[in-house]
């Protein structure tokens, strides 16, 4: 029987960060950039209630949460739409921006459900090219047509760890056409304790060329649980609220994420936890000849070009012993570099005395 025959994509499907390694039952994985510290335990105490009702459908509108956010970030309450996953806001402003042949400009190395998303609904994708693994305002402008409709910048960027400035941030937006969406996503803006940093938020709220997107998944420990938001202008969150799906967000993840934003305790222990560990980490691997960025999210992209060792060589040793980097070869087609996700104390325990052993 034939199957009926449907659409041809021409499109890499995302390989997720690993977590599984065959015989291994313990591994330690650091791979897909997840909290360090889990979930706040206000949000694991929430969501573990008898009474939560989960027979019915959820609020469609996730209120609650929408109110929560509005408090926490002082923002406009309108202007905030939830999804499951900041993934999913991806996919409906693709879908609510992109014509097949509409052009969107990506950084080169940056994070890849942007042109995932684009491709699926006809969109090219531009890439501008980077100086030294970090978004270069010029090229972005240079990529500029007629038919470009969105750039997606992540800021600081995943893989590559770096980050615009404040200054250059202002000037992406003063210099790019207002009639281009500018998408900042700040994905990993609460860990961002550098001066010379401020989110797409902070600079943004009030801007309608600009859409913000945020995330539960990292600092706040709720990946499984899929949650995330945008922010952006009435008319377009208006617009989005027509094509989302109906129960996108579950309720255990509108609750959980209330939550979190109330456990002011739980964000600066993550914080601090990732500043102390992501500076050590670095000077460790410094001492083998391991450079990365200088440190900004949760992760560090490490360079093994002035290393004895290769990233596969290195990849596939503490593989055997448990211990899961992400290969930035799948997908990014970054040669050479691993990035390594800041871990809980023990699991970046565990990572350093694997290395001192590879090593000696
Ligand atoms: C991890 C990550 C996200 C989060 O995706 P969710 O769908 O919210 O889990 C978004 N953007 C970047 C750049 C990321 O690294």
């Not at 501008?128 to 750039?151: D, G, P, Q, R």
């Not at 996503?185 to 860990?191: Q, V």
Request: hydrophobic share 40%; glycine share 4%; net charge positive.
């Amino acid at each position: 029987m034939n199957t009926p025959k449907f659409k041809k994509f021409n499109i890499e499907a995302y390989k997720p960060g690993k977590s599984k390694i065959n015989k291994i039952k313990k591994v330690i994985k650091l791979s897909a950039n997840e909290s360090a510290l889990g979930m706040s335990p206000l949000a694991k105490k929430a969501i573990s209630q008898k009474n939560l009702v989960l027979d019915k459908y959820p609020d469609g509108k996730s209120t609650n949460l929408k109110m929560a956010i509005s408090k926490a970030y002082k923002c406009n309450f309108d202007k905030i739409i939830c999804g499951a996953g900041s993934d999913e806001v991806i996919q409906m402003l693709c879908q609510l921006y992109l014509h097949p042949n509409d052009e969107v400009i990506v950084p080169q190395y940056s994070f890849l459900m942007y042109r995932i998303y684009a491709k699926i609904v006809g969109a090219k994708v531009v890439f501008a090219k980077e100086n030294n693994f970090k978004v270069s305002i010029e090229e972005i402008l240079k990529k500029v047509s007629k038919k470009t409709k969105i750039v997606f910048i992540a800021n600081p960027n995943n893989p590559t760890g770096t980050y615009l400035t404040k200054k250059e941030t202002l000037e992406l937006r003063r210099k790019l056409n207002r009639n281009i969406l500018l998408v900042i996503d700040d994905a990993y803006s609460e860990y961002m304790k550098n001066d010379d940093y401020s989110s797409g938020l902070e600079l943004f709220k009030n801007k309608d060329n600009v859409f913000i997107l945020r995330t539960f998944s990292k600092m706040f420990g709720l990946a499984s649980l899929r949650i995330g938001w945008g922010y952006g202008s009435k008319q377009i969150i208006r617009a989005l609220n027509v094509i989302k799906p109906p129960f996108n967000v579950n309720g255990l993840a509108q609750v959980a994420a209330a939550e979190s934003l109330k456990d002011k305790q739980f964000i600066q222990k993550s914080i601090r936890h990732n500043l102390n560990y992501a500076n050590r980490l670095k000077k460790f691997l410094e001492k083998y000849n391991i450079f990365s960025n200088a440190v900004s999210a949760n992760f560090l992209l490490l360079n093994f070009d002035d290393c004895k060792y290769s990233a596969n060589f290195l990849y596939q040793k503490l593989k055997n012993k448990g211990i899961i980097l992400r290969s930035t070869e799948d997908g990014y087609h970054v040669k050479n570099k691993l990035r390594l996700t800041i871990g809980s104390s023990r699991e970046n325990l565990i990572f350093m005395n694997a290395v001192r052993k590879i090593f000696n």
